[in-house]
């Protein structure tokens, strides 16, 4: 993965020690849910939650939210190979300052670059055949939350 984003919502420069973490990897129509732990270092494919006309489902990630009790969340942002910006990412850096405004928890943003593909070979496992979008989506926000938990050391 290229050299992580390390844009935080909250305006904090500086990581803390958070215990459990959403990450989501945002689109306009599906947005994929990982949820992962410090303690372990690990991330796991959870959900892929449906958006309409680019709107995500805010009672849905409001339960999600609710459930899991994350003290951060990480959103993938979705940059050009020559590390640019677009509409997507636009699009992802207001999701994430949504989430925060919304729950009061800080929200980083993380250089998601080749994480679709990642999530396209990781799923495929050599058979051949392509996986569902929705898998896809949550293995993107697994293996976005996964290099974001790596990028932060101890």
Known sequence: MPEAHANVITGMTRTTP??????FDFGSRRIGVAVGQRITGTASALITLTARDGQPDWSEIEKLIATWQPDALVVGLPLALDGSHSDTTRAAERFARRLHGRFQ???YLHDERLSSHAA????????????????????????????????QGD
Do not use: N
């Open 105 to 107: 928890l800080p929200a």
């Open 18 to 23: 958070h215990q459990t973490l959403l990450g």
């Open 120 to 151: 396209e070979h990781w799923t495929d496992q050599g058979s051949g055949k392509a996986a569902p979008r929705d898998a896809l989506d949550k293995v993107a926000a697994q293996i976005i939350l996964q290099d974001w938990l790596d990028s």
